[in-house]
């Protein structure tokens, strides 16, 4: 007997009223530091309404679509054998990934508070650049290598 899944409530950030920001923050926490997480966020939207003199939310969720994959590989064995097949990557997942691959990229940054880094990373993200969407590229690039599996994906 599978147990039903139920998802977390998440409620929405008290600034933007926005579950997405507030997902972010999540993500930013370390150790259970979330005062610390809300600091960094606000400050590096702060950052980014500064510099691009655009609304940061508007900039965040441009960043997040740009950086979100639309294919995956997943391993699949058949006879012995492990085959990399491409797979469509749903609602949930795509903006985990994207999130989760532009705080990664802000935190391979040395030199600069997190802030920074993770403004300049949104905005790189925005204008269809840098780590996380070369990463989603490189997802992309490595699906469509594996197309022949394809008909292994159920």
Known sequence: MARKFTKHEIKPDLVYNSELVAKLINQVMRCGKKTMAVKIVYRAFDMIKEKTKKEPLEVFETALTNAAPLLEVRP???????????????????????????????????????????????????????????????????????????????
């Open 76 to 154: 699949k064995r058949v006879g012995g054998a492990t085959y990399q097949v491409p797979v469509e990557v749903k609602g949930d997942r795509k903006v985990a990934l994207a999130m989760r691959w532009i705080i990664q990229a802000a935190k391979t940054k040395k030199g600069k508070p997190m802030r920074e880094k993770l403004a300049e990373e949104l905005i790189l993200a925005f204008n269809n650049d840098g780590s996380a969407v070369k990463k989603k590229l490189d997802t992309h690039r490595m699906a469509e290598a594996n197309r022949a599996f394809a008909h292994f994906a159920r």
